[in-house]
């Protein structure tokens, strides 16, 4: 096999998918996030495997802690992000939440449960790429870690 070949196989064979999960009740956003997440798989050359829920409820239907990245919109109708956020918690101390919102004054709320950080909406490309940038390091800064 030719050198180049082999280490470009071997790339692709090392590379990492992040599982994310998107919950948000309005179409319009998971759009955008869901457009944002590609174009930013495309420019970093990351890998992305992304789930959608309309609901908190429905990803504390069956939540295993597979997901390494959690987008939380804060207002949904039948179980808002925050108490989604705290029942995930519960349960998971390691998947990375953000939370979506249109309202600035959530942020301080969300350190109670360790988010990561928060988007507000509409959400923007580049405020995506600057939490996005941040989250990769966090996700391989653990896995090396977890290795050594």
């Known amino acids: ?67 390494d990245l959690i987008f939380l919109d804060i207002h949904m109708k039948y179980q808002d992000g925050m108490t989604t956020a705290k029942r995930i918690r519960e349960v998971d101390a390691d998947a990375q939440i953000v939370f979506i919102t249109a309202l600035a004054q959530y942020a301080i709320e969300g350190y109670k449960v360790n988010a990561l950080d928060f988007i507000l909406k509409p959400v923007v490309y580049e405020q995506l790429t600057t939490m996005q940038d941040r989250q990769c390091t966090v996700y391989f800064t653990r896995s090396q870690t977890a290795r050594a």
């Open 1 to 67: 096999m030719e050198p180049k070949l082999w280490l470009r196989t071997l790339l692709i064979w090392e590379k990492v998918m992040l599982k994310i999960a998107i919950v948000e009740d309005e179409r319009e956003c998971q759009e955008a996030l869901i457009e944002h997440l590609r174009k930013y798989e495309k420019e970093k050359n990351e890998a992305f495997i992304v789930r959608i829920f309309n609901d908190g409820i429905d990803i504390l239907d069956d939540y295993s802690a597979d997901y």
